[in-house]
């Protein structure tokens, strides 16, 4: 699976937009983009994932770059409950056994009252 | 909302005793896994598990470890052996078998801390 790179940490303030950059420059073509995030140390939760189009669900969007070498990951609106690490994956989908998840070290973000 | 779930959410031992860690994933997921995560540090692949096989594992999956899954629902990790370096956190995960069900899903977790 291909690379990813974050930054360590932002932060933002309550209420305004978290907007969360990746880059994956060596990503293949069947490769889709994952986001998790770890809130303190419990399991990391899915939030969203995409390949070339961008995506929206109640969580988040995902914003990937036409040549797919970077990504950003959008919370709308930020509340404390986001306060979390988040982690860019990406990997090849569909059947077979070599799924497993490689995670960095993610992204911290901190939202501030 | 289906969800994986882990017992015990924490498991204190003894160096030397073996342990069991529990999980049910969700139901009609086709694919199991296994990660730990040591404090401060990153999340680990041990092992993934299908059709009542390991179908991959890490190097840190080694010969005290095994999984199982005994029965339709339980998938299991069995530590034989325990040393302290295996303290950590230790994260189910379950998947279905085809785009877009193929999201790997965790489980909240179960706090291992070997004395």
């Known amino acids: 699976d291909a690379k990813t790179t974050q930054p360590p940490s932002m932060d933002c303030a309550e209420g305004r ?11 293949s073509g069947n490769e889709y983009v994952y986001w998790y995030r770890q809130i303190h140390s419990q399991g990391p939760q899915y939030i969203i994932h995409g390949l070339k189009n961008n995506e929206t669900n109640e969580m988040a969007s ?8 970077s990504s950003t990951l959008i919370l709308p609106h930020a509340t404390l409950r986001d306060t979390a690490v988040y982690y860019c ?12 998840l490689t995670f960095g070290k993610g992204i911290t973000l901190s939202v501030r009252p | 909302e289906p969800e994986v779930t882990q017992t015990p959410s924490h498991q204190v031992t003894q160096m030397g005793q073996e342990v069991i860690l529990r999980c049910v994933p969700i139901s009609n997921h086709l694919y199991f896994y296994w990660y730990r995560q040591i404090l401060g540090q990153k999340v680990e692949f041990l092992v993934s598990f299908y059709n009542n096989e390991i179908s991959e594992k890490s190097e840190i999956f080694d010969d005290q470890f095994s999984v199982e899954r005994p029965d339709g629902s339980n998938f299991t990790l069995k530590i034989r052996s325990t040393k302290l370096e295996d303290s950590a956190m230790y994260f189910c995960a379950s998947r279905g078998d085809r785009y877009p069900t193929d999201t790997q899903y965790f489980g909240p977790g179960t706090r291992l801390t070997v004395l």
């Open chain 1, 89 to 100: 994956i990406v990997r090849v989908t569909g059947t077979g056994a070599n799924s497993k």
């Open chain 1, 17 to 27: 937009a978290a907007n969360l950059p990746c880059n994956h420059s060596t990503i």
């Open chain 1, 62 to 69: 995902l914003i990937i770059t036409e040549d797919r070498k």
